[in-house]
Structures are given as structure tokens and as C-alpha cells.
């Protein structure tokens, strides 16, 4: 069972250009979150998603930020004309149910450089 | 609003020497209180976590964790460290009122030979 998948790994993008970050949760699993962690810093929770639905994006930037979970195909965290304080590691997470103690399992990040 | 705070931003220690990472916690509801450690250029993995019941929680490689209400904190121990621990642990904490798991900065161990 593949774990969580992201790509890409490894993101540079110049000032004001696009990001699109992908995720595709572990089989079965129907809830996704996204984290941003900056250098020397913990996790931030984004945004939380179902498919075709977002459930919580309390953490997301009011600007420039979105995400979405369609139907098929992976979640897209997208970031519109980036600034270099958007550097940062990307992390998505994913969990089989909805619940406090559920584990969420986590891919490997994508880590943003913004030049 | 619940927050997690891991007093060691670092942590030093020689190979098979016992570890402390500390960990307290704020919150006015109950909470589930989880360890993830990363190693390099990965993503976070799971160590144990503690829901209810002992408050005792172990992982398979040796690590255990006491979730202590009174002093609201879940301190992470092992024993007897390897070169192989050398990651970066992270405390965070969920209840039922959240969608999202809330993340302590993070403790680097480095175990040295």
C-alpha cells in the first residue's frame, strides 16, 4: 500500500509565477490536509479537504492561496503569484475517517524556493 | 485554542545515553496528544500517540511517552539512544473541536557516537 504521495519534491519558482503542489492520499483515504512549515519552525495547518469539498481552510492566506480535492485525480494546493516568504516545506497529510484521534499520515513534502 | 510548546529546540546526546524531549501542551478541552519524527529531507512519520486510557504509550523501536494532565505535558523517553535516532521530533496535540493537528517547533535530536 503506497503511502502518501507528493510531488514535486523539489519546486523553484521566480517571483510571481504559479505554484501547484500535488498530493495523492493513501488508498482509501478520503481526507486531506495540508501543512506549510518554515525554517526552524513546526508545522501550520492550511487547509483541510474532502473530496470535491473543503471542509476547514482557517489557515490558509486570504490571498493568492487555494486548494481543492476533485472527484478523481490528486489534491492541488495552488499558490498565484509567489513571493520569496513562500518558501517553505509543504506537507500533506491524509486519514482514513473523520476524527480527533485518527493518525494522519504524512508524504514527504514539497519544498518551495521562491528565488 | 489549543498550542504545544517543546522546550529544546536541540538536543545532544552520545549513543546509548537516555533522552528526555519535552513536551507541554495548553488546552481547555480534552485533547489527543501525538510524537512524529523526521528524519532528513522526509516527510513526518508517526512514533505513538496517546488517546485514552494508560497513560503510559510505547512505540516499537523503544520509544515511550507519559501523558501527565496535571502538568499537561506528554515528554517523549528512550532508554538507550542510537546513532539511527538522529531526527527531528515533534509534539502536536488535536481535540474535537479542530479540524487540524497543532505542531510544536520541533526538537532536533542528534545522537553522536
Known amino acids: 500500500n503506497a503511502g502518501v504521495m507528493q510531488n514535486p519534491r523539489h519546486l523553484v519558482r521566480r517571483r510571481g509565477q504559479e505554484a501547484r503542489l500535488r498530493c495523492s492520499p493513501m488508498?482509501?483515504?478520503?481526507?486531506v490536509y495540508w501543512y506549510r512549515q518554515l525554517p526552524e519552525e513546526g508545522l501550520k495547518f492550511m487547509v483541510y479537504?474532502?473530496?470535491?469539498?473543503?471542509?476547514?481552510e482557517s489557515g490558509m492566506p486570504k490571498e493568492r492561496f487555494s486548494a481543492e480535492f476533485p472527484k478523481e485525480g490528486p489534491s492541488i494546493l495552488r499558490i498565484q503569484q509567489v513571493v520569496r516568504g513562500d518558501s517553505a516545506a509543504y506537507f500533506c497529510?491524509?486519514?482514513?475517517?473523520?476524527?480527533?484521534?485518527?493518525?494522519?499520515?504524512f508524504g514527504p513534502g514539497t519544498r518551495l524556493l521562491v528565488l | 485554542a489549543q498550542s504545544v510548546t517543546q522546550l529544546d529546540s536541540q538536543v545532544p546526546v552520545f549513543e546509548e545515553a537516555p533522552v528526555e524531549l519535552r513536551c507541554n501542551y495548553s488546552?481547555?478541552?480534552?485533547?489527543?496528544l501525538f510524537w512524529y519524527v523526521q528524519y532528513p529531507n522526509q516527510g513526518l512519520q508517526l512514533l505513538l500517540k496517546?488517546?485514552?486510557?494508560?497513560?503510559l504509550v510505547e512505540s516499537i523501536n523503544g520509544f515511550e511517552a507519559e501523558f501527565n494532565k496535571s502538568q499537561t505535558s506528554f515528554h517523549l523517553r528512550k532508554p538507550s539512544v542510537h546513532i539511527s535516532d538522529t531526527a527531528e521530533y515533534f509534539c502536536?496535540?488535536?481535540?474535537?473541536?479542530?479540524?487540524?493537528?497543532?505542531f510544536g517547533a520541533g526538537t532536533r535530536l542528534t545522537v553522536k557516537p
Open positions: 497529510a491524509s486519514s482514513p475517517r473523520l476524527g480527533a484521534g485518527e493518525t494522519q499520515y
Open positions: 488508498k482509501g483515504h478520503s481526507h
Open positions: 479537504l474532502q473530496k470535491e469539498n473543503i471542509i476547514d
Open positions: 488546552s481547555s478541552v480534552s485533547v489527543y
Open positions: 496517546y488517546l485514552s486510557g494508560s497513560t
Open positions: 502536536a496535540v488535536k481535540s474535537d473541536n479542530n479540524n487540524d493537528m497543532r
